[in-house]
């Protein structure tokens, strides 16, 4: 239903219609397969055929949707609601976050979810498009990343103190692929990707009016 609606919109251009519905097809594909280097490589590519603030639009859903679980954990973080704000405002970031943000955050996504609104910051200097979109893709992983590492470890606090004490320990390996072969884990990663892919999808549409 979804292809059938983006290819009537797109009938007028039936190449850009069957690369976009390719692309689209392949990315909920990939998500389906928890092939995390192909859905980056995929979505880089419809971000390309989108409208850099309609593709910022995509990224900032999933990393306002982390805001308040950042915020009830770290209530003296507000410059990351500051921060959203700007950006969803007025399409500008600063270019190096406030110094509250370079503190250790040790709940379980917070850093995740740091490096996701530093990825945006950077997406928003100028420069070359390429790696401003590398930029949004970086920030649309770790805000994901920020929801699943929260969701596991955050019933796991002993399991995610050995993990951050010595990532490379053999104990700590065991750990991080116990997070990523969750059964949990593994259905909300699939459906934060399927997310993805429907709001780029929406915000072609939203392009091609």
């Not at 973080?77 to 007025?90: H, S």
């Not at 530093?118 to 920020?146: C, F, K, T, W």
Request: proline share 7%; aromatic share 10%.
């Amino acid at each position: 239903m979804r292809e059938a609606v983006v290819k009537m919109v797109l009938m007028d251009a039936p190449d850009s219609c069957d690369k976009t519905l390719k692309l689209l097809r392949q990315l909920r594909d990939a998500a389906e397969a928890r092939d995390p280097e192909r859905c980056q490589f995929l979505l880089k590519s419809l971000f390309m055929d989108l409208e850099f603030y309609l593709a910022l639009a995509v990224v900032i859903e999933p990393a306002q949707s982390f805001l308040e679980t950042f915020e009830h954990y770290y209530p003296e973080g507000k410059f990351a609601r500051q921060i959203l704000t700007q950006m969803v405002n007025t399409g500008t970031a600063p270019s190096r976050l406030p110094p509250e943000a370079q503190r250790d955050f040790k709940y379980p996504g917070g850093a995740n979810f740091m490096r996701a609104l530093s990825d945006l910051a950077h997406a928003l200097q100028p420069g070359p498009l390429p790696p401003r979109i590398g930029y949004l893709v970086e920030a649309a992983v770790n805000a994901i990343m920020a929801e699943l590492v929260e969701h596991y470890y955050g019933r796991r606090m002993e399991a995610w103190q050995i993990l951050r004490a010595n990532p490379e320990a053999p104990e700590a390996r065991a750990i991080a692929y116990a997070f990523w072969t969750d059964d949990e884990v593994a259905l909300l990663d699939i459906d934060h990707w399927l997310s993805l892919a429907d709001s780029a999808e929406t915000q072609l549409r939203r392009q091609l009016r």
